[in-house]
Structures are given as C-alpha cells and as structure tokens.
C-alpha cells in the first residue's frame, strides 16, 4: 500500500507567538493575539505540524478519506481564527455632557469615569481579549471576539444610558442622536 503525504501551507502574520505543547501524549497549538489572548488548537491524531519562517505547515501521511477531512477541519479552523484577527471588531463611544470624563487608570487596567454622581466609578478592563484606548472622551474598544468587545461596550454604556432630552450620556460613535423636543405650554 502506498502512502501518500498531504501538505496544507497556513501563512501567519504574527509566527514568533506560535508554540506547540504535549499534555498527557495530546499535542496543543498554542496562538498567540496582538490582543494578548490565547487560542489553542488540539492537533488532530495523525497531523503534523511545523513552523517555518511566518509560515505553518500542516502534514498527514495518510490517503484515507477520514484522515484528509481531518486535516482540512483543522486547516479551515485555523484559517478562520486568522480572518478573525485580521477583521478585529471595534466599537468607539463618545461620552457627551458638561463636566463628563473619562480616564485610563495608569496602570492600564481599568477605566475611571466621572459621570455626574457624587462618587467616581471605576470599571475593571477585561484581562484578555479586549484593548481599550481613550482619547478625549471617546473610549475606543478593540478585540478579536465581538461578542466580548460587544459586552464590554454595553456595559460601559449602561453606567450612563444617553439622555432622551439633553442626549448626556455614552453614545456610539456612528449612532444618529433622535433627541426628544422638550414640552412647550
């Protein structure tokens, strides 16, 4: 019976934060993100791999049918966790309303808010898969997954849903601003 090898070429951006691991005779791919979260990968039995120059070469030696679907599972996997992270999702809010503000704690790991009420509020940034920058008073939310770029965002909106009347509040960077007319007698 002739063996026959099967050679799937991933090119990757980001090569120096890729890494292989063995846990209990399982191999691992482990991904590194610019946005400081790691993705792993269980190699499927049989599967090689080897990296090379911002290049990933995946291998099987088998011309099995059930053995080349496994090898185009992980490619295809692989290749959307990519297409992810090159289309990060991103959202901005703008905080309008006099004497309003916003800061980045200097550590970097949360957000202090001046919101009109007696006290500061601090809310803790997400440890991975979220980047957050503020400039003026427009926070910028970045992140490779959406739905927790998404949650981060709504729950910084929630500290001050916009006003109705005034429009005070976290609005979205590209969101039209109906404003309700005030009562005339």
Known sequence: ???????????????????????????????????????????PSGVNCVTKKNVLTLTINSSEKKDIVKLDQFYNIILTFLKNIENSAKLKLKLKGLGLKVNLSEDLKSLNFKLGFSHLISLDIPVSGVHVSVNKNVVCVEGVDAVEVGDFANKIRSLKVPDSYKGKGFWYKYEIENLKEVKKK
């Not at 070429?9 to 610019?34: E, G, M, R």
């Open 1 to 43: 019976m002739l063996n026959n090898q099967i050679t799937k070429i991933i090119q990757i951006p980001f090569l120096d934060k890729v890494s292989f691991c063995f846990i209990n005779q399982t191999k691992i791919l482990l991904l590194k993100t610019n946005f400081n979260t790691i993705k792993y990968f269980l190699i």
